[in-house]
């Protein structure tokens, strides 16, 4: 058995381990050689950050224009002749434009994480009236205020794409393309159904359902288009 001593040293370096490592700004020794690397330092800041635009802006003229360059490097396509036809990048210009989205993508997501308004003064969303199916922005910013932790990791998660992709473009791996572009979707979709329009929930479109059901059939002659 060992020495009751011993091993009332042995808790208190492991306390003392404990305390350095949730105070190691403070910390004036260096902390022991980990097995792992250590985490990344956070960025240096060379200056500022300020932001232009609302988060609603930042989507429709940066993140979403940058997602389309991945979106649109992989598809299938139905020609006018019923021919499907798969797209895939082939030249080295398409893995450029490839690049320039996942470059985009990857760096103007942390743009997120700078304070803005979520849409332009005065733009309430669609919030308002018993078919509102979006949060307002004030209710958005609520959300993300109330735990910031949450809003970060949804950042993190399409940041993630992002690198996903250009690991794909280095490698010239069109099979991966596939899996990257669904991860970018889900991405994209599970940040918008938490903080956008939570409130299109699968209640939400039972009911849409059963209204589309009880309208009345369409009037001879007349055609649906698809
Ligand atoms: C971290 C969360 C988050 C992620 C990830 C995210 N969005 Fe958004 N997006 C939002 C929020 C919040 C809004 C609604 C802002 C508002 O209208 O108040 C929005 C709005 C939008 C809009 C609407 C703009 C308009 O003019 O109405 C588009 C388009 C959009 N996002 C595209 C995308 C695409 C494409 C992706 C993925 C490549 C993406 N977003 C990823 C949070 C996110």
């Known amino acids: 058995m060992t020495p009751f001593p011993t091993r009332l040293a042995a808790l208190l370096l492991f306390a003392g381990a ?12 260096p902390p022991p050689a980990a097995a792992t690397p250590p985490a990344a330092p956070t960025v240096k800041m060379w200056g500022e950050m300020k932001p232009v635009v609302s988060v609603k802006e930042l989507m ?15 598809k299938t396509l139905i020609r006018p002749d019923g021919k499907v036809v798969e797209v895939m990048p082939k030249t080295d210009a398409d893995w450029e434009k490839l690049r320039i989205g996942a470059v ?11 304070q803005r308004p979520f849409a332009p003064a ?15 922005p004030t209710e958005i910013m609520a959300k993300v205020e109330k735990d910031p932790v949450e809003w970060n990791a949804r950042i ?6 992002g690198l996903e992709v250009l690991d794909i473009v280095k490698r010239k791996d069109t099979k991966e393309l596939w899996d990257a572009s669904e991860n970018l979707d889900v991405a ?12 299109e929930d699968a209640q939400f479109y039972r009911g849409l359902d059963a209204r589309l059901k009880a309208l009345p059939p369409p009037a001879r002659g007349q055609s649906i288009s698809r």
Request: aromatic residues 10%.
């Open 156 to 161: 993190e998660a399409l940041r993630n794409v």
């Open 18 to 29: 404990l305390v350095a490592s949730c105070s190691s700004q403070k910390s004036t020794t």
């Open 104 to 114: 985009t993508m990857a760096e103007g997501v942390y743009l997120l994480k700078i």
């Open 60 to 74: 429709q003229y940066m993140i979403d224009p940058a997602s389309d360059y991945i979106f649109d490097s992989v």
């Open 188 to 199: 994209c979709e599970e940040c918008h159904s938490h903080y956008w329009y939570p409130k």
């Open 122 to 136: 005065g733009d309430v969303n669609n919030s308002v009236g018993p078919d509102a199916t979006e949060l307002s």
